[in-house]
């Protein structure tokens, strides 16, 4: 009986551990996952601001030159 208690504490032992670092890498992931949306909201804007600071030509796009 003694010997399935010590059994059952390390496995709880062990898990806990596993918890832990299962833990960390979440809240790791976590943070650059909000890094990476703060970066995507800014490469948004500054495409819109280009978008919107180049004149209109509907699209249509000169030949090259060796044409």
């Avoid at 496995?11 to 970066?39: C, H, K, P, Y």
Wanted: without cysteine; negative net charge; charged residues 20%.
């Amino acid at each position: 009986m003694n010997d399935e208690i010590i059994d059952l504490q390390t496995r709880v032992a062990f898990q806990d551990g596993l918890l832990d670092e299962l833990n960390q890498v979440l809240t790791s992931q976590q943070q650059q996952i909000t890094r990476l949306e703060m970066t995507m909201g800014v490469m948004r804007t500054q495409i819109q601001t280009m978008q919107s600071s180049q004149p209109e030509d509907n699209g249509v796009e000169p030949p090259p030159p060796h044409y």
